[in-house]
């Protein structure tokens, strides 16, 4: 029985990475997170999935407490097995901060994930998509109809993460699950799915400051030659 909150999809890259010099640690879900990779025809076994709760522990562990966490997220969505535990690593990690950005969507058990940060922020032309999740199932009609009461057990349980922090009623959250909605980052926010919008001219006053940092200590290391050059002509003179 495979529960699933999106259609299938290509299989998803998770990876990490340390910006040199800092204590910020940057975490990529980018595609649909998944138990397994694909399978080696060769070995006749999965490759490890990238997006796996397994892999994301491996990942995690990496991390000291006195650091950030930052992570990034463009996502269909995918097991939610795999999802919850993801979200809940990620509640149990002992960090500075854990700050998450929607690069793109962040859509079903995404979205669960995403609520695991300490702080959400959504990018322009981001979207977040909350609804019900599914399952295939065969059999006779005993079992379809325990397969439904199943999936209301598993669907009040994962309601329980977006309600933390939603700022609406349980009852609307409902509905829109229901109706399969799609929010933008200011409707997400508005009810609670995310903290903030990062707007364009907020990211490029960043990415400013980044640059004018970079070109002064560029500027300073060449000082730095130009005054060991003349220090050393200064020395063959004196010779």
Same mark, same amino acid.
């Given at each position: 029985m495979?529960?699933?909150?999106k259609p299938?999809?290509?299989?998803?890259?998770y990876t990490l990475?340390?910006?040199?010099?800092?204590?910020?640690?940057k975490?990529y879900i980018?595609?649909?997170?998944?138990e397994?990779?694909?399978?080696d025809w060769w070995?006749?076994?999965?490759?490890e999935s990238?997006t796996s709760?397994?892999y994301?522990?491996?990942m995690?562990a990496?991390i000291?407490?006195?650091e950030?966490i930052?992570?990034?997220?463009?996502s269909?969505?995918?097991?939610?097995?795999?999802g919850?535990a993801?979200?809940?690593?990620?509640?149990?990690?002992?960090?500075k901060?854990i700050?998450?950005?929607?690069?793109?969507?962040?859509?079903?058990?995404a979205?669960v994930?995403l609520q695991?940060a300490?702080?959400?922020?959504?990018?322009?032309?981001t979207?977040i998509?909350?609804?019900? /999740?599914?399952?295939s &199932?065969s059999g006779?009609a $005993? %079992?379809l109809?325990k397969?439904?009461?199943d999936l209301d057990? #598993?669907m009040e349980?994962?309601?329980?993460i977006?309600m933390e922090r939603a700022?609406i009623s349980?009852n609307e959250?409902?509905?829109?699950?229901?109706?399969e909605t799609y929010?933008?980052?200011e409707?997400?926010?508005?009810?609670?799915f995310?903290?903030e919008?990062?707007?364009?001219n907020?990211?490029t006053?960043?990415?400013s400051?980044?640059? /004018?940092?970079?070109? &002064?200590?560029e500027?300073q $290391? %060449?000082?730095k030659?130009?005054?060991?050059?003349?220090?050393? #002509?200064?020395?063959?003179?004196?010779s």
């Amino acid at each position: 029985m495979n529960h699933n909150m999106k259609p299938e999809q290509k299989q998803a890259h998770y990876t990490l990475q340390q910006q040199e010099g800092s204590n910020v640690h940057k975490l990529y879900i980018y595609d649909d997170v998944e138990e397994y990779g694909d399978f080696d025809w060769w070995t006749l076994e999965y490759t490890e999935s990238e997006t796996s709760a397994e892999y994301f522990r491996k990942m995690l562990a990496e991390i000291p407490e006195t650091e950030t966490i930052e992570l990034h997220i463009n996502s269909y969505g995918g097991s939610v097995k795999e999802g919850i535990a993801i979200y809940n690593q990620l509640k149990q990690k002992k960090c500075k901060e854990i700050v998450a950005y929607v690069d793109g969507f962040a859509y079903s058990i995404a979205s669960v994930i995403l609520q695991a940060a300490d702080r959400r922020i959504m990018g322009l032309g981001t979207s977040i998509l909350i609804h019900n /999740m599914w399952m295939s &199932i065969s059999g006779n009609a $005993e %079992q379809l109809r325990k397969a439904a009461d199943d999936l209301d057990v #598993l669907m009040e349980a994962n309601r329980a993460i977006y309600m933390e922090r939603a700022k609406i009623s349980e009852n609307e959250l409902i509905e829109l699950m229901n109706a399969e909605t799609y929010l933008t980052p200011e409707q997400a926010v508005e009810k609670g799915f995310a903290d903030e919008v990062m707007h364009l001219n907020e990211a490029t006053k960043n990415g400013s400051v980044e640059q /004018m940092q970079q070109r &002064i200590t560029e500027l300073q $290391e %060449q000082l730095k030659q130009q005054l060991s050059f003349k220090e050393d #002509l200064r020395q063959i003179y004196n010779s």
